[in-house]
């Protein structure tokens, strides 16, 4: 198991702009898929990107174009910059560490806890 630490979520206006990090800790995460979902009130956990450890980029439609992954293994950390928010981003966004090298269809069950990322004017 991974130990995962989100951050950076926030209150921003639509249009702006969120950089989210997730530390990973007690091992490398180089060997993971590493990615992020998010869980909006009343709706299931869904795929938001992924970067496999073979270095394949995944986005949900809704991400593309607007969403950025990143990992930064010497680091053992992986980044989300958002940009151009909308309400309808509003959720809890969750890093996930896989140690499968595909972005499986049932998450591996190793979460962080959660940032909240809330869009409103």
């Known amino acids: 198991q991974v130990e995962l630490v989100e951050s950076g979520g926030g209150l921003v206006q639509p249009g702006g702009s969120l950089r989210l990090s997730c530390a990973a800790s007690a091992v490398s995460f180089g060997p993971f898929t590493m990615a992020w979902y998010r869980q909006a009130p009343e709706k299931q956990r869904e795929l938001v990107a992924a970067?496999?450890?073979?270095?394949?980029?995944h986005y949900a439609d809704f991400a593309k174009g607007r969403f950025t992954i990143a990992r930064d293994n010497a680091q053992n950390t992986l980044y989300l910059q958002m940009t151009n928010l909308q309400p309808e981003d509003t959720a809890v966004y969750y890093c996930n560490a896989d140690p499968r090298d595909y972005v499986a269809s049932q998450p591996y069950p190793n979460w962080g806890p959660g940032t909240q990322v809330t869009v409103s004017s």
């Open positions: 970067f496999t450890r073979s270095n394949i980029v």
